[in-house]
């Protein structure tokens, strides 16, 4: 009789704590959902914080070198789906706006998840022909506080921000914010 009410208030108890954890978790979960896809036009006007990345060959190349131009930051990886995703609508939007914006395709490339050959390798693999660039030393990436991937960032031509956006972009999305980008541009 007594092992049988130490069995039942064991069992009592074990679903006591099963029910405090899930609430508990439920609780925490909720204070710490991912952010939604956010416009961020907060710092709108700006001056754009200067970065250096390196291009396919290894060269060293700045924001401000694109001074008078203007420029469409994407912050991306190759393990990142979303990034990966959205990829074809930035190769689109060369084709179509690369002679009007400057589009800047920074990859994350920590040397553990990517690597300067990897993402070469994944490049060329999808036949893109945006320009790549490498933030090996993750300059960019704390420049402008990156804390998740995709991200893109629309920089006027003389070097202030005009918009950024958290999160995977759609091609109809990217498309109107380069078209604003250029009328607010000419």
């Known amino acids: ?14 679903a006591l704590l099963l029910f405090a954890a899930t609430w508990w978790y439920k609780s925490l979960s909720a204070d710490y959902s991912a952010p939604e896809a956010q416009d961020q036009g907060q710092n709108s006007g700006e001056p754009a914080p200067d ?22 930051i994407n912050f991306w990886a ?16 060369f084709q179509q706006y690369g002679e009007q914006v400057h589009f800047m395709m920074v990859n994350m ?10 993402v070469k390798d994944f490049v060329a ?32 031509a003389d070097g202030s921000l005009y918009k950024s956006h958290s999160s995977m972009i759609s091609e109809e999305k990217l498309n109107n914010y380069i078209d604003a980008l250029i009328e607010n541009n000419q």
């Open 51 to 72: 970065f250096t990345v390196y291009d396919g060959e290894g060269n060293a190349v700045k924001l401000s070198d694109f001074a008078g131009t203007p420029v469409v």
């Open 1 to 14: 009789m007594k092992r049988n009410f130490v069995t039942a208030l064991l069992l009592i108890l074990l």
């Open 109 to 118: 490339t920590d040397g553990a998840r990517d690597t300067v050959d990897g």
């Open 78 to 93: 190759t393990w990142c789906s979303p990034c990966k995703a959205e990829l074809p609508a930035f190769e689109a939007a």
């Open 125 to 156: 693999g999808g036949e893109y022909s945006f320009p790549l660039y490498l933030d090996t030393e993750l300059d960019a990436a704390y420049a402008y506080g990156v804390y998740s991937i995709p991200m893109t960032v629309f920089i006027n």
